[in-house]
Each structure stands twice: as structure tokens, then as C-alpha cells.
């Protein structure tokens, strides 16, 4: 997985409850990214880090939040999770080699 | 957001059939990139493209990056049961910017 950790795997919540998802990377590479996945939509981008402190938004950024205070983290929070935020949730990092995207292996994400 | 028209959608093979799937756009790239999805796994990255008209292979996997660099095409010879999963076309504009994905191409291979 390209030095990629993403934390936890599984989790299920309960509606309006707050969530925070953890990718971590071994590869000091300068830019990370959280997209979801869900069945007929492919994979979509919340939000993406260019740089610690620089993030901005992607496709989906409503209802979630993203800091990244070190090169090697990147969290995803949503503030208040909804039964729409049900979905598979993948860090992805690059910066290397034509900045190449590699990806996590996922976090499953239930909200009941 | 756009997204890149991926098919087909879904395959059914039997082993040892020749697979292909492509994906079209509207708009131009300059890079296509292939992964492959495994169940319960992230996309792991197949091939590269990074020129027009660039024909590259990885083992039985071929693909092409179209002329017009609005398209791109994935090749499988000779598939075996390994191969199933969900294969994703990806585009990008330049190094660095963000891509964009097909919906997938889930391949099922019967032994």
C-alpha cells in the first residue's frame, strides 16, 4: 500500500455523531487526498492537502472537514455524520515519480 | 464533477478469454492511468500512460493512450482467475492535478 495507513478500517456509527478518519504516510510525499466510493459513482474527492496547513476542496466536500498539521497525516472529519456519508472512505498520497496517486486500503464506513 | 465514460460497466469471461475496456472523454489528458481493485482492497496502479499514441505492457496487461488524448483502452490476454476485480481508468490534465475517474469495470472470470 505504498507506505499508506489508514485508520480505523471498519466503524460504525450512529447518525449526527462526529467521525474522524486517519491516513498516515511513511513516503514524505507532499500531497494526500480523501475520496469515497460508492456503487455507480466511482471514486470521488472530498477534499486534498498540497502541503501541511494547505488543503482544498474536492468534488463531495460538503459535511466533512479535513487538517493536516504534519506531512504525514491527513485526517477527514465529519462533523456530524449522516446516513448519506455511509460509504468507503481512501486516503491516496503522490508526489513522487509523475506524481503518481497510490492508495490506502480503505476505510468501511457504516452510519446507522 | 466530471467523470470519464467508462466501459463496459461489468464482464462475464471464462478463463483464458481476451479482455478489453476503455474509456472516453470529452476533454484532453495527459496522462490515462489503469488500476486494479481487489475486493475490500484499495485501487493498486496497473499501467501509466503519459503519451499519445503510447502502447505500454505490463505482463498480460496492454494499454493505449488514445491519439486524440481523449481516450484510452486496458487489454487482458489470456485471463485468469486473479484477474477478477474492478478495473478504474484514470485521467489527468498535468503532474499534480487532480484526477479524474471512470465508474469502474468489474470482471468476473469463470474457471
Known amino acids: 500500500d505504498a507506505g499508506i495507513t489508514q485508520s480505523p478500517r471498519h466503524k460504525v456509527t450512529e447518525t449526527g455523531t462526529p467521525v474522524t478518519l486517519r491516513c498516515h504516510q511513511t513516503?514524505?510525499?507532499?500531497?494526500m487526498y480523501w475520496y469515497r466510493q460508492d456503487p455507480g459513482h466511482g471514486l470521488r474527492l472530498i477534499h486534498y492537502?498540497?502541503?501541511?496547513?494547505?488543503?482544498d476542496k474536492g468534488e463531495v466536500s460538503d459535511g466533512y472537514s479535513v487538517s493536516r498539521s504534519k506531512t504525514e497525516d491527513f485526517l477527514l472529519t465529519l462533523e456530524s455524520a449522516t446516513s448519506s456519508q455511509t460509504s468507503v472512505y481512501f486516503c491516496a498520497i503522490s508526489g513522487g515519480y509523475k506524481n503518481i496517486q497510490y492508495f490506502g486500503a480503505g476505510t468501511r464506513l457504516s452510519v446507522l | 464533477g466530471q467523470q470519464l465514460n467508462q466501459s463496459p460497466q461489468s464482464m462475464f469471461i471464462q478463463e483464458g478469454e481476451d479482455v478489453s475496456m476503455n474509456c472516453t472523454s470529452s476533454?484532453?489528458?495527459?496522462?490515462w492511468l489503469w488500476y486494479k481493485q481487489d475486493p475490500g482492497e484499495g485501487p493498486v496502479l496497473l499501467i501509466a500512460?503519459?503519451?499519445?499514441?503510447e502502447l505500454t505492457s505490463n505482463g498480460r496487461l496492454t494499454a493505449q493512450f488514445g491519439i486524440t488524448r481523449k481516450d484510452s483502452f486496458l487489454n487482458i490476454s489470456a485471463s485468469i482467475p486473479s484477474d477478477v476485480g474492478i478495473y478504474f481508468c484514470a485521467g489527468q490534465r498535468d503532474s499534480g492535478s487532480r484526477l479524474t475517474f471512470g465508474e469502474g469495470t468489474q470482471l468476473t472470470v469463470n474457471p
Open positions: 500512460l503519459y503519451k499519445a499514441g
Open positions: 476533454s484532453i489528458f495527459n496522462t
Open positions: 513516503e514524505n510525499h507532499r500531497y
Open positions: 492537502s498540497y502541503g501541511v496547513k494547505d488543503t
